[in-house]
């Protein structure tokens, strides 16, 4: 095996996007991102969140990293490195799929592509770009596969919404593309080109909404950018930073990693039980202990929503009752939700708080607001 | 608009504009900006008595929640019910129609100057 790391630059750098100059000049604010200065908002974080969904955003998302895995073992491999059965997804086939460790915590959860019988592009969250590939390069030890960091080389851009296609369809300089737009299914991805270079197209996205997430060459991203911004401009498109990215992602109650998902969080716990396939042939990293389960009485990711406008946020405690002495869960991730109006929650409680419809106190900094379990996602799109 | 250079300021990121014996106190530009569109704002009752330099209300954000610290000693005057039913207010307009509240005081205490808090927030 051979796995090539593209020399690890030093985290205390901080990183710029191969879009850092669109992202000035559209005047926007910027936040530290796992060593990244990210956009975290261009004006107004709810009017991104509202264009994403009912017109469209366009998210610079270069931080994330790429990690191609190539050789004839990398379907065997990856059922191996990953929770999921990543060998029979079909070509251009999409599946969302977690990295576990030995004791079936999670290194972190990742969107893996088919790009040919043995060619898969895996996605990784920026926070953990090293670890991700630190532990996929050592997992491929016994197979014939490499595997390797192209974080630097690509840029990453996503237009979301119910107008993405639309955008997207418009875009001057987009052609070749595998798949029709129109019949391309969500959780597929195809091959294209961008003016002659190399674009691959997803129906992806982490916002709850209808969108594509584009994958191409950093030299080329702001000429893709600006080619979007010209095709959304009558289709109401505006850039979105990470702000209303958050708050579009807990609506769609996805997880974030580090908020739902950590080194010690099982999967079970955090509602990703159907993402480990204990049934699948040969072993893979994390199977004794996902078999075995998390310890009894531990904690379950359950959904809040509450009356009012305080919003219970991540590390509130979450009491059983008004006087009770000990908490029994607390926030991952809340907020305000903009689309809902109401204050809305992710949580860990312990499982006989978990049954929807229960009632329980979240503290918001001393005061013990009630909050009602319920189910997750918050906000779901009619389709 | 809001002559800001004649408006005194605190390390709290407030703006306190002086008038006889009473203070009127927001947030200034800056922190708004830091705390992204403010969704919600709990202010003290009128008529209730401050502590400079304690919490009496918050500003939260969709990412944040912001601290309303009170500038000086006093009573509260007056709150700003437009901003309580309009929390965007405080973004849009964070020295004039985004004002929080108003506290009658006997002594002023040092505050800020235009240019001390510019250099503070590095403007």
Not at chain 1, 324 to 353: N, R
């Given at each position: 095996?051979?796995?090539?790391?593209s020399s690890t630059p030093d985290?205390?750098?901080e990183?710029?996007?191969?879009?850092?100059q669109?992202?000035?000049?559209a005047?926007a604010?910027f936040?530290?991102?796992a060593?990244w200065q990210?956009?975290?908002r261009y004006?107004?974080?709810?009017?991104?969140?509202?264009?994403?969904?009912?017109q469209?955003?366009?998210f610079?998302?270069s931080?994330?990293?790429e990690i191609?895995?190539?050789?004839?073992?990398?379907a065997a491999y990856l059922?191996?490195?990953?929770?999921?059965?990543?060998?029979?997804i079909e070509?251009?086939?999409a599946?969302?799929?977690?990295?576990?460790?030995?004791?079936?915590?999670?290194?972190?959860?990742?969107v893996?592509?088919?790009?040919?019988?043995a060619?898969f592009?895996v996605?990784?969250?920026a926070g953990?770009?090293?670890?991700?590939?630190?532990?996929l390069a050592?997992?491929?030890?016994?197979?014939?596969?490499?595997?390797?960091?192209q974080?630097?080389?690509y840029?990453?851009i996503?237009?979301?919404?119910?107008?993405a296609?639309a955008i997207?369809?418009a875009?001057?300089g987009?052609?070749?593309?595998g798949?029709?737009?129109?019949?391309?299914?969500?959780?597929?991805i195809?091959d294209?080109?961008?003016r002659?270079?190399?674009?691959?197209?997803a129906?992806?996205g982490?916002t709850?909404?209808?969108g594509f997430e584009?994958?191409?060459?950093a030299?080329?991203?702001r000429?893709?950018w600006?080619?979007l911004?010209?095709?959304?401009?009558d289709k109401?498109?505006v850039?979105?930073?990470?702000a209303?990215?958050?708050?579009?992602?807990?609506?769609?109650?996805m997880?974030?990693?580090?908020h739902e998902?950590?080194?010690?969080t099982?999967?079970?716990q955090?509602?990703?039980?159907?993402?480990?396939?204990v049934?699948?042939?040969?072993?893979f990293?994390?199977?004794a202990a996902s078999?075995?389960?998390?310890?009894?009485?531990?904690?379950?990711?359950?959904?809040?929503?509450a009356a009012?406008?305080?919003a219970g946020?991540?590390?509130?405690?979450?009491?059983?009752?008004?006087?009770?002495?000990h908490?029994?869960?607390?926030?991952?991730?809340?907020?305000?939700?903009p689309?809902?109006?109401?204050?809305v929650?992710?949580?860990?409680?312990?499982?006989?708080?978990?049954?929807?419809g229960?009632?329980?106190?979240?503290d918001?900094?001393?005061?013990?607001?009630?909050a009602?379990?319920?189910s997750?996602?918050f906000?779901k799109?009619v389709k | 608009m809001?002559d800001?250079?004649a408006?005194q300021?605190?390390a709290?990121?407030e703006?306190?504009?002086v008038?006889?014996?009473i203070?009127?106190?927001g947030?200034?530009?800056?922190?708004?900006?830091?705390?992204?569109?403010?969704?919600?704002?709990e202010?003290?009752?009128?008529?209730?008595t401050?502590?400079?330099?304690?919490?009496?209300?918050?500003?939260?954000?969709?990412k944040?929640?912001?601290?309303?610290?009170a500038?000086?000693n006093?009573?509260?005057?007056?709150?700003?019910d437009?901003?309580?039913?309009?929390?965007?207010?405080?973004?849009?307009?964070?020295?004039?129609?985004?004002?929080l509240?108003?506290?009658?005081?006997?002594?002023?205490?040092t505050l800020l100057?235009?240019?001390e808090?510019s250099a503070?927030?590095?403007e």
């Amino acid at each position: 095996m051979t796995s090539v790391d593209s020399s690890t630059p030093d985290s205390n750098i901080e990183r710029f996007s191969p879009l850092h100059q669109a992202h000035v000049d559209a005047g926007a604010s910027f936040t530290d991102f796992a060593g990244w200065q990210m956009p975290v908002r261009y004006s107004s974080d709810l009017a991104e969140h509202h264009a994403v969904r009912n017109q469209a955003g366009l998210f610079d998302l270069s931080h994330m990293a790429e990690i191609l895995v190539d050789g004839p073992d990398a379907a065997a491999y990856l059922d191996y490195a990953l929770a999921g059965k990543l060998s029979v997804i079909e070509l251009w086939q999409a599946k969302y799929s977690l990295l576990l460790n030995e004791t079936g915590g999670i290194i972190d959860d990742l969107v893996v592509y088919r790009l040919d019988d043995a060619k898969f592009l895996v996605v990784a969250n920026a926070g953990n770009r090293f670890a991700a590939f630190d532990a996929l390069a050592a997992r491929a030890a016994d197979f014939d596969v490499t595997v390797v960091d192209q974080s630097d080389d690509y840029a990453l851009i996503a237009v979301q919404g119910p107008n993405a296609l639309a955008i997207l369809d418009a875009t001057e300089g987009v052609t070749d593309l595998g798949t029709d737009l129109l019949f391309m299914k969500y959780y597929r991805i195809t091959d294209a080109f961008f003016r002659g270079h190399p674009l691959l197209v997803a129906r992806t996205g982490y916002t709850g909404e209808d969108g594509f997430e584009l994958y191409l060459a950093a030299d080329h991203a702001r000429e893709l950018w600006d080619a979007l911004v010209v095709a959304g401009a009558d289709k109401g498109l505006v850039p979105a930073g990470l702000a209303s990215r958050d708050t579009l992602r807990l609506e769609a109650g996805m997880p974030l990693y580090g908020h739902e998902l950590t080194l010690t969080t099982f999967p079970a716990q955090a509602g990703l039980g159907r993402v480990v396939n204990v049934n699948k042939e040969g072993d893979f990293v994390g199977r004794a202990a996902s078999v075995a389960g998390p310890a009894a009485g531990a904690s379950v990711l359950v959904g809040l929503i509450a009356a009012g406008k305080r919003a219970g946020r991540a590390d509130y405690e979450i009491f059983r009752s008004l006087d009770a002495a000990h908490s029994d869960g607390v926030i991952t991730s809340g907020a305000l939700s903009p689309t809902l109006g109401y204050p809305v929650a992710m949580a860990y409680v312990t499982p006989d708080l978990a049954r929807l419809g229960t009632e329980v106190y979240v503290d918001v900094r001393g005061t013990r607001i009630p909050a009602t379990v319920t189910s997750l996602p918050f906000y779901k799109r009619v389709k | 608009m809001t002559d800001t250079s004649a408006l005194q300021y605190t390390a709290e990121h407030e703006w306190v504009l002086v008038e006889g014996s009473i203070a009127t106190v927001g947030i200034t530009a800056y922190a708004a900006e830091k705390l992204g569109d403010v969704v919600f704002v709990e202010l003290p009752e009128v008529g209730s008595t401050v502590a400079g330099g304690t919490v009496v209300g918050e500003i939260e954000s969709t990412k944040s929640v912001g601290e309303l610290f009170a500038p000086v000693n006093g009573t509260v005057t007056a709150t700003n019910d437009a901003v309580v039913n309009s929390p965007e207010l405080v973004n849009s307009d964070p020295f004039g129609e985004g004002w929080l509240i108003k506290v009658e005081f006997d002594t002023l205490p040092t505050l800020l100057t235009f240019a001390e808090y510019s250099a503070l927030v590095g403007e």
